[in-house]
């Protein structure tokens, strides 16, 4: 299964659009790429999830070019309740059953 | 969000003794995993299930083992708690290996 690079850690401003970067350079041809958020003292929860192109939902947007090797979850106008852990995945179709997750990305939203 | 709950939510126990912790889930996903997560770090995948009496191993496996005798119960057992293994867990569910996964509240776990 790819793996997954992406920063450890960001610091944005109530307002700012962020985008994290992931690289997977790996990617098979059934992966998906899936981002999950992580609250502090909470487990993490499904953001969104793309094979190409772009994908958007009424909490952010998945960006993938067209060789797969990155994707970029950008976060419209972040607010203070959108610091959290960003973890990006590359989920297999083809049932690949482990769903192990990387370090993520520590986002900080400052006032 | 999908039926998944964690037992005990908080537990202190002794080093040496047996521990066991439940996840237990009522949307009838086949598969289940346990995680434990350790301050300013991710998740680390323990064991998974991918079926009733069907598991596997994850990244940090030694020290803990699991069952699953039934689709909505996955069970993991400390067979002797050691300071080490203080740790938040995590269990989660899917429906697919494509499908999001759902996670539980967490299980507070302090060995002393």
């Known amino acids: 299964l790819a793996k997954t690079t992406q920063p450890i850690s960001m610091d944005s401003y109530e307002g700012q659009e962020v985008n994290i970067t992931c690289s997977h350079n790996n990617i098979a041809t059934n992966d998906y790429i899936t981002w999950y958020q992580q609250f502090p003292s909470q487990g993490p929860r499904f953001i969104i999830q793309?094979?190409?192109t772009k994908v958007t939902n009424e909490v952010a947007s998945l960006f993938i070019p067209a060789d797969r090797k990155s994707s970029t979850l950008s976060l419209p106008r972040v607010s203070l309740s959108d610091t959290a852990v960003y973890y990006c995945l590359v989920t297999f179709s083809g049932g690949y059953n482990k769903l192990i997750f990387g370090a993520g990305t520590r986002l900080a939203v400052h006032p | 969000d999908a039926g998944i709950t964690q037992s005990p939510r908080h537990k202190v126990t002794e080093t040496g003794t047996p521990v066991t912790l439940r996840c237990h889930q009522t949307e009838n996903h086949r598969y289940m995993y346990w995680y434990r997560q350790d301050p300013g770090h991710g998740l680390r995948l323990i064991h998974y299930s991918y079926g009733v009496k069907d598991t596997d191993k994850g990244e940090v496996s030694d020290g803990y083992s699991v069952s699953r005798s039934k689709t909505e119960d996955f069970l993991l057992t400390l067979e002797s708690a050691t300071s080490s293994q203080t740790s938040v867990y995590f269990c989660?569910?899917?429906?697919?290996?494509?499908?999001?996964?759902?996670f539980g509240q967490g299980t507070r776990l302090t060995v002393v």
């Open positions: 793309g094979y190409k």
């Open positions: 989660a569910s899917r429906f697919g290996t494509d499908t999001e996964a759902f």
